[in-house]
């Protein structure tokens, strides 16, 4: 098996902001696993929150380049576990591989990945447009840009319930709020009083992700669903969610891949969790991946490649929410 790594500088189509910080181009790693005539794909980007860049994932990637070259025939679940011993530092490095590796495997396989994993594709949930942090007219002028079934709206300013009424004026769609650890406890729950009048399903990560006594309180006493994402991040913290937020939202990049990804929706479904994959600023690389996890999921936020200038792959489309797939098998990637 042969291991090729690309590097790109994703550009976005407008300036793309969060509570914490603001971004024009997203830097992304693309792995690329070839076997016997098949090749699969996947991807990580960096992210300055978690202290990941491309280069790093590339020089950990290369370290066990024997290792990985050197594998035959195994399963995505027995690879990941060998893999994992030496990326555990690493974890977005590991998704773009698992993702490649999958990929590689269904389509050696003949069937596209959730296929081959024995899911059906006719109850899929719809996905939602991201708007980021910016003056309300600029937040205004992007979803009149796109006009979407579902928006998840980036909050954690002073003007937060302003922004959404603004909003509210210009669509029925559902709105979803991310507040990326930016509110309190108190702000929390009168937050979602009025949030909850305006239209909006649910709120992500309000607060900071290690504070556990605050998660349990808003879950208490919260009129909208709490959905983790920055307190969720491995498989071990799937359990820690229980009776601390009504639902989890996983990132692929996060945990390790699709591998544990599918592993820690199980889990949650089986909490009675309500299940959700994220996205980062990615190619239809990543995003392709992820909707192979749609047959799994209450919620999905996978718009990432809808946010670029310019993309680097075909694969997956989405019109008006909804996903089709590509006539490939395995995740259904081409690199353009």
Not at 41 to 62: C, K, Q, R, W
Not at 184 to 194: D, L, P, Q, R, S
Not at 242 to 249: K, P, S
């Amino acid at each position: 098996m042969e291991l090729i790594l690309r590097e790109f500088n994703l550009k976005l189509k407008h300036t793309f902001t969060i509570s914490r910080e603001s971004i024009d181009f997203q830097p992304s790693l693309i792995v690329e696993l070839k076997e016997d005539g098949f090749s699969g794909f996947g991807e990580a980007t960096s992210n300055p929150y978690y202290h990941i860049t491309v280069p790093m994932m590339m020089e950990d990637l290369e370290k066990i380049r024997p290792i990985i070259e050197a594998t035959e025939g195994e399963t995505p679940e027995v690879f990941w576990t060998k893999i994992h011993s030496y990326l555990k530092d690493d974890m977005f490095a590991l998704c773009a591989l698992d993702m490649a590796y999958n990929d590689l495997y269904a389509r050696k396989k003949g069937k596209k990945l959730y296929d081959l994993w024995g899911f059906t594709i006719e109850k899929n949930p719809l996905t939602d447009y991201t708007i980021g942090i910016a003056s309300i007219d600029k937040m205004v002028s992007k979803m009149k840009e796109l006009p979407w079934p579902i928006y998840k709206i980036k909050l954690g300013t002073k003007e937060d319930i302003a922004i959404i009424k603004e909003l509210r004026k210009h669509t029925d769609a559902i709105f979803r709020v991310d507040a990326n650890c930016g509110w309190g406890v108190e702000e929390t729950i009168n937050n979602a009083v009025e949030l909850k009048k305006l239209g909006v399903e649910f709120i992500e990560q309000p607060m900071k992700s290690d504070n556990w006594e605050a998660h349990a309180e808003v879950f208490k006493h919260s009129v909208l669903p709490i959905i983790a994402d920055e307190s969720c991040i491995i498989e071990e913290d799937v359990a820690k969610c229980h009776n601390h937020f009504h639902g989890v939202n996983v990132k692929l990049v996060k945990c390790g891949g699709l591998t544990p990804g599918k592993r820690m929706i199980q889990e949650a479904k089986q909490l009675g969790l309500k299940t959700m994959v994220g996205c980062m600023t990615e190619s239809t690389v990543g995003i392709s991946a992820i909707a192979h996890l749609l047959p799994l999921l209450d919620y999905v936020d996978m718009d990432g490649a809808l946010l670029l200038a310019e993309d680097i792959a075909t694969g997956i489309k989405i019109n008006y929410g909804k996903v089709s797939y590509s006539e490939l098998n395995g995740t259904g990637v081409t690199l353009i």
